[in-house]
């Protein structure tokens, strides 16, 4: 395997993961791995609850934390009766973000249905990798991110940061977030929610409120996640603890850290804003004229960018060509389906 060859070759003594494919690769090979290295993972059997969202989904209704209503389709024809028993607008959402083979996987997505249509559809695509998917209901409150360093039943930092903007605009990648005060309501639920299934390490608990304010769980990331560097920046450096805690090292608990500072992904935020023209009049897409005056306006808000640092430029520069690409390959598609319509 390609990765015990860079091991062996670099010697290095801890294996961190920032993905849901490399998780599962790692999760087949566990064994043979720690061989060589020490892996920056909880136990395999608070994993195996974590990356399933309805064995976390359980867990969290069993607690007591508020989950979204739900049923578990395997097939099509389940559609209609979840229409009857959630209604739409829904999401429909995978209960394991990566499936596939060792040799060839891929990460799905959740996907906003607002007609029967669309909902057969989007199940008919997620479900023909064998899996099942929850079909959800739909909230449009907004979307809180809370992050742990957890081991040996204690929390070592927490954090939170609220996802102000999303790619795509119902939820995805966060572009642009902003650091928060660990609320009191989904910080006591998440915290009790690691410990009842010991997931040591870092994880990232999402939760989003609905019109009346009130928190439902929507997953847990058990890996470092692309929002990372806002923490950092706030003063959790959640990379170093893993590092310390996988390697045995001793570990000093983090009690604070800067609130309201944000971050932006620029080339994130422009695809976002100009999705909401191509989705515009759907459930929680932000209006276009809206949408394009926030993008605007946040350039005069304070702030820093994703891979943007005066003291390394290198990071920038093969993600202005990595966006730039997809934007073109984006343009081409499209310019494809109108042709032939």
């Not at 006591?188 to 608990?205: C, D, N």
């Not at 390697?247 to 932006?264: A, L």
């Not at 804003?273 to 394009?292: D, I, K």
């Not at 994703?306 to 966006?323: E, Q, R, S």
Request: proline residues 5%.
């Amino acid at each position: 395997m390609y990765l015990e060859h860079v091991l062996d070759t670099t010697g290095a003594r801890v294996l961190i993961t920032s993905s849901d494919g490399t998780i599962a690769l790692i999760r087949q090979h566990r064994e043979q791995l720690e061989q060589r290295v020490h892996i920056a993972l909880a136990k395999e059997a608070a994993l195996s609850i974590a990356v399933n969202k309805e064995h976390t989904l359980e867990i969290a209704k069993q607690l007591g934390v508020g989950i979204p209503r739900a049923v578990t389709i395997r097939a099509v024809s389940e559609v209609e009766a979840a229409l009857r028993e959630i209604g739409l607008p829904a999401v429909v959402k995978p209960v394991e973000s990566w499936v596939g083979s060792e040799q060839q996987g891929t990460r799905v997505i959740s996907q906003l249905v607002t007609t029967p249509e669309e909902a057969r559809w989007a199940v008919e695509t997620l479900t023909c990798f064998g899996r099942t998917v929850l079909f959800q209901q739909f909230l449009s409150g907004q979307r809180e991110s809370l992050s742990f360093f957890y081991a040996d039943g204690k929390i070592y930092a927490s954090y939170a940061f609220l996802g102000k903007r999303t790619n795509p605009p119902l939820g995805g990648v966060y572009v642009l977030r902003q650091s928060i005060v660990v609320p009191t309501d989904t910080g006591k639920q998440a915290e009790r929610l690691l410990r009842e299934i010991e997931l040591e390490g870092y994880s990232q608990v999402e939760f989003r409120r609905d019109s009346a304010g009130h928190p439902y769980l929507m997953e847990i990331n058990p890996r470092l996640n692309l929002g990372i560097e806002v923490a950092v920046r706030a003063g959790v450096d959640f990379p170093y603890l893993l590092y310390r805690w996988a390697n045995g090292d001793r570990i000093d608990p983090i009690k604070s850290y800067r609130i309201g500072g944000q971050m932006r992904s620029l080339g994130g935020d422009i695809a976002t804003t100009l999705a909401t023209v191509r989705q515009r009049g759907r459930p929680g897409v932000t209006p276009p004229t809206r949408a394009f005056l926030d993008f605007f306006l946040s350039f005069f808000v304070p702030m820093r960018y994703d891979f943007l640092d005066w003291k390394d430029p290198l990071p920038v520069w093969p993600a202005t060509i990595g966006f730039v690409r997809e934007m073109v390959q984006r343009i081409k598609k499209e310019l494809s389906k109108r042709k032939f319509q």
